[in-house]
């Protein structure tokens, strides 16, 4: 059978529809500079935010499809198995 979205219009028992939208959703890169190079250099993402974390050794990199007002990468480097990231 599989499984039902309880919220569809059908589950609900009405034919009203339910916008859903992903605002910003956060991917694993191996290194950032490689990830803005793809992201930015090949797919022609722009830019929004690139602050350094300097506590972490990390840094808060979201970039956002060209023509997007609601879609966002945030590119998060994963932290070295073993060490703290806190």
């Known amino acids: 059978m599989g499984l039902q979205n309880p919220l569809s ?14 605002g910003q959703v956060a991917i694993v890169v191996r290194d950032y500079d490689e990830a803005l ?3 930015v250099g ?7 935010e690139d602050t ?10 979201v970039v956002a499809p ?3 007002s609601s879609s966002r990468i945030l590119l ?6 073993g060490t703290a990231t806190m």
């Open 42 to 48: 090949v797919l022609g993402f722009k830019l929004i």
């Open 52 to 61: 350094p974390i300097h506590a972490q050794h990390k840094r808060w990199e």
């Open 76 to 81: 998060a480097r994963a932290g070295v198995i």
């Open 9 to 22: 219009p059908q589950s609900r028992g009405d034919n009203h529809s339910i916008n859903q939208s992903v």
């Open 37 to 39: 190079h793809f992201y």
């Open 66 to 68: 060209a023509g997007s």
